[in-house]
């Protein structure tokens, strides 16, 4: 860890596009201006930590505490007996359209 001392307005350059300025010092507080490029996120440690305790406790469910698909379908003794359901008419023959060349009279 690099420790440096700045006063404010003094800046500290990371890599070739993060700019810190320290912006004021109050007893214990140091305000801190951060620029960086838009695709870079920048959090505070007590927001990271816990988007990461979050992410790490959905990861761990259990997979039994999740909804399976099979709990979505009805009990095979639910379904209609396919032999009891009547049997579909055939399709007529579409008329063909207009002008086409292809089509028979």
Same mark, same amino acid.
């Given at each position: 860890m690099l420790i440096l001392t700045r006063r404010p307005g003094e800046r500290v350059v990371? %890599? !070739?596009?993060i700019l810190v300025t320290v912006? %004021?010092?109050s007893g214990h507080t140091v305000r801190l201006g951060?620029?960086? #490029?838009a695709g870079v996120p920048i959090y505070r440690e007590e927001i990271w930590l816990a988007v990461e305790e979050e992410n790490r406790a959905a990861a761990a469910a259990a997979? !039994? *505490?999740l909804p399976s698909a099979a709990d979505a379908l009805p009990p095979a003794d *639910? /379904? @209609?007996d396919p032999?009891? /359901?009547p049997a579909t008419a @055939?399709?007529? #023959?579409?008329d063909p359209p207009a002008g086409d060349p292809n089509a028979q009279s």
């Open positions: 990371i %890599g !070739d596009d912006m %004021g010092v951060i620029a960086a #490029p997979a !039994d *505490a *639910a /379904l @209609p032999e009891a /359901l @055939p399709r007529a #023959p579409e």
